[in-house]
């Protein structure tokens, strides 16, 4: 278990959150890095947490608050603030 978690809307399937966060932002994984930790890759599946908010994008029918939380500082990253 990791120090640290994200959150996760269990309606969602990982997969399917993930899928739409890397088409939302239009790249791949290792094109996702933290702004704060000099270059560090966040993109990883494992990185992502997502919950309902209604100015998200929309899973499975859902919207959803897609981020990627960054490991090392921990800061949780909106798709557009990320690196
Ligand atoms: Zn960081």
Request: proline share 4%.
């Amino acid at each position: 278990m990791s120090d640290y978690s994200v959150l996760r809307d269990e309606r969602v399937p990982l997969e399917d959150a993930y899928k739409k966060a890397l088409e939302t932002l239009g790249r791949e994984a290792s094109d996702i890095k933290c702004p704060d930790c000099k270059g560090r890759t966040i993109g990883s599946k494992e990185n992502l947490g997502y919950y309902e908010h209604s100015g998200g994008q929309e899973v499975n029918g859902i919207k959803l608050w897609l981020y990627f939380r960054c490991p090392k500082c921990r800061y949780s990253w909106a798709l557009w603030k990320v690196g």
